[in-house]
Every structure is written in C-alpha cells, then in structure tokens.
C-alpha cells in the first residue's frame, strides 16, 4: 500500500469518525458518515489540494463499489420474514418516497436552470 492510499484512507475514517461523535452527542437523527461526508465535502470546498490526498483512496474504494452491498443484502435476508410480514408499508414507503424524490429532483433542477439563465428558450 502507498502512503497516499493510506493518508487518503485515514483521512476519509477521521471524517466518519468526527460525523459519528457529533451525531451521537447531539442525538441527531442523521447518520454519522452522512454528517462526515459533508463535512469533507466542505472541507474539500474551502482547502485546494485536499483532492489530491483523498483521491487514491476514494478510487479505490468506488473500484471495489459492489462489495460494499453484501453486507446490506444479509441485512435483507436476515430479516426476511419482518420484510414479508410487512411488505405493504415497505412498499408503499419505497413508491412515495420515489416519487417524491423524482419530484423534489425535477424542481431543483428547474430552479438551478432559472439561476443560471438556462431555463429561457432559444426562441425568445
């Protein structure tokens, strides 16, 4: 393993580690890497070269993508028999809550055209 992988890699664990503290002591009903994520995200917005120390180990954790579902596909087995006793409302829940967020997606996206002047027709 390269340095660079390694520093990437400590530095994206530190994130979650740092989202997980503050999710836990504030209660916050947000996932701690969820939390972390955005704070790299800022952090990667406001310190150039940041990049550069993240990206060997962000690549190669996307290259290896489809090994992070195992663990949610025992999930799904595990509690199969709760999933068949209450397929309705897990539907109706995965249905609604697509729906909504093709909705909320579209308007976005509206919204961002409009800012940047695109949304205007070539006619006009």
Do not use: C
């Not at 954790?61 to 709760?82: E, T």
């Amino acid at each position: 393993m390269s340095p660079n992988f390694l520093n990437g890699i400590t530095l994206l664990l530190v994130y979650q580690l740092v989202g997980e503290v503050i999710a836990r002591l504030m209660s916050l009903p947000v996932p701690g890497p969820v939390i972390g994520m955005v704070l790299l995200f800022l952090t990667l917005l406001l310190r150039n070269g940041l990049e550069q120390v993240v990206e060997p180990a962000a690549s190669a954790l996307l290259s290896h993508l489809s090994l992070l579902f195992v663990p949610a596909g025992v999930g799904v087995m595990v509690h199969f028999g709760r999933i068949g006793d209450q397929w309705l409302p897990i539907s109706a829940a995965l249905l609604f809550g697509t729906l909504i967020t093709l909705a909320v997606t579209a308007l976005v996206m509206l919204g961002v055209q409009r800012l940047m002047g695109k949304g205007r027709s070539d006619n006009a």
